[in-house]
């Protein structure tokens, strides 16, 4: 018997995770690795127990077991729960556990496709596509599989790591614009940033303009992510202010007059930029 398991929204942060487990080992699928574990997030800071790392880390007295918790993850994490209960040593590398790590990766392959993860479609572009139908159903149609499949293709980086501004499904470009922003030299892929922050979806153009962020493109990203926060959609507004508040301080300080005005009454929205003003102040 196998047991799985997802992540996916934190209140105001993001992640994705997929699990599976049998009776004695546990595969995790880290989908966006460089989050740690343990973000932070609001509601979870108001916690004794996350204060207490929180103050142990601050004078570095964190034992490397809990550390680990908020560093960046590996892509993929095995454990053996029969030896290592709190899962602290990662054997995904092991030679001798290599054909066990395959069984579960395939398995949670498997349950993704049977299960037709929509979540595959980075948050912002799942709220841009099912505007007029199912999310649910976005992955279900004659094409669904055959769509998932490159999307988690893409998601795990089986590719090159390069940016195909031609790519036509809009999911596919928007992990590889999440990837060069995030893993490596962003400043490598800045002609494909600055390509695609062209493109006619919102989606790809908060990836790009991330990507534009993260390259030291102040002003380009400012102007991206500005016009990004006049269109009235949640998940796409919550995006800009997360990739404002998680970039650094550059470009939070040439939009932080203009944010809580268009914070309105988003809670999440709120929580990101009181985050991002207290990382980033500017004086």
Avoid at 47 to 52: A, H, I, V
Avoid at 83 to 90: A, H, I, V
Avoid at 212 to 227: C, D, I, N
Avoid at 242 to 265: C, S, Y
């Amino acid at each position: 018997a196998r047991i799985y398991g997802a992540r996916d929204r934190l209140d105001e942060r993001e992640d994705l995770v997929r699990t599976v487990r049998s009776q004695r080992f546990r595969y995790v699928r880290n989908l966006m690795p460089w989050y740690p574990a343990l973000q932070h997030v609001e509601y979870g800071e108001r916690n004794e127990t996350l204060k207490e790392i929180r103050r142990l880390e601050a004078r570095g007295e964190l034992g490397p077991e809990v550390r680990q918790w908020l560093q960046p993850r590996a892509a993929e994490e095995l454990y053996d729960l029969e030896s290592d209960p709190w899962e602290t040593k990662n054997l995904i590398a092991d030679p001798q556990l290599a054909g066990t790590a395959t069984a579960l990766r395939e398995a949670c392959n498997e349950w993704q496709r049977d299960v037709r993860d929509v979540h595959l479609l980075p948050e912002p572009l799942l709220e841009e596509e099912s505007l007029d139908r199912d999310r649910y159903s976005l992955l279900r149609g004659p094409d669904g599989l055959a769509r998932l499949e490159k999307l988690l293709q893409a998601a795990m980086g089986k590719s090159d790591g390069s940016v195909d501004t031609t790519e036509a499904d809009p999911g596919v470009l928007c992990w590889q614009l999440l990837r060069a922003a995030r893993l490596g030299n962003p400043t490598k892929h800045t002609q494909e940033f600055r390509k695609a922050v062209e493109h006619n979806s919102p989606s790809v153009r908060l990836f790009a303009a991330a990507g534009l962020s993260r390259a030291g493109l102040t002003q380009e990203a400012a102007a991206a992510f500005r016009q990004l926060l006049t269109i009235n959609r949640p998940a796409l507004r919550q995006g800009v202010m997360r990739e404002i508040d998680e970039a650094g301080g550059a470009v939070f300080a040439e939009l932080a007059k203009e944010l809580p005005a268009a914070a309105g009454e988003d809670e999440y929205f709120r929580r990101l930029l009181e985050h991002a003003e207290t990382a980033h102040p500017l004086n």
